[in-house]
């Protein structure tokens, strides 16, 4: 039977949200933190405590800059980020597909009375 | 700790519903600026043909009318994309600001080429300056599009679409016809592709969310 381990950081609903949204947006993007607030849909401290969780995971970096003397955070997935991300989705499907063929044999089996 | 079947499955699905909900966000609404421009340049150009069609010689009305759909449609499409793109740096910015900037340089083409045609035609009615300047207009705007839609299988058949009615309007004999050909050509590639680019704005979706569950 195939198996697939949670990967802990990813497998937080917020995280998953927030990474799948990074991914979305373009390779040399980034976005600033009320932006991406507005499209997760999540409140100020639920985003800064799971970026800060991807930040130390080395997923997504955090840039402060000024404009018109207003700090403004932008945030941005990382390489090693987008390379989880998408080995992840990868693997996710690639386990679907391969238990969703077992469980369907299995069924065939059973309906078979063998 | 393991994935079951239906954890992984939801999963997928999260991130699939994630990846078109941010999609929707952040992309500029191509339909709707097509259909904008298309608005534009019917009401714009069509005021226009009127003018070489019924005027007494020098076009007033249809270039002023032009200029404000114009304006009005450059409005709309700021807007848009101030919307859609808000809170981004990076990549796509640049890729916006160098749109901007290469849109700044046909207008500065154009205007060089149109007055290296008046220069060389010194006996000249002023309503086939107007049709020549309207199809040249037509022609670099499509060439704009072409380069700054490049990969992108829509923009470019928009691109094309109105190199070939600049270029037929340019070769057109009479500006009465000219004018209707650019007209009528400029307002169809874009009121045309504003429901094309729907139908791909759908179909991509559609397969966005397939491709995760």
Redesign the interface.
Known sequence: MAELEVNEILHAPARLNIMAALNAIGDEDKVSYTRLREIVDLTPGNLTSHLRKLESSGYVAQTKRFVKRVPVTEIRMTRKGRREFEAYVEALRTFVRQVGGSVAAADETKRSGT | ???S?D???E??Q??GM??D???R??EPRQPLLLAVWGAVYFLGFGAFWVDVRFGEGTPTAGPIALFVCAAGGLLVTALELHKRL?????????QVRRAFVAWGLVVVIWGALVTVYVVSRPVMESVALGTTAAALAVLLIGAWYVIVTTGRGGGTIVGLGLVSVGAAGLVVPTPENAMLVVWLGTSAVFLVGAPCARVLAAREREARLAS??
């Open positions: 700790m393991n994935h079947r954890s992984a499955l999963e997928l999260r991130i994630v990846t909900r941010t999609y966000l952040v808000h809170g981004f740096g990076g990549g796509t910015m640049r995760n569950g």
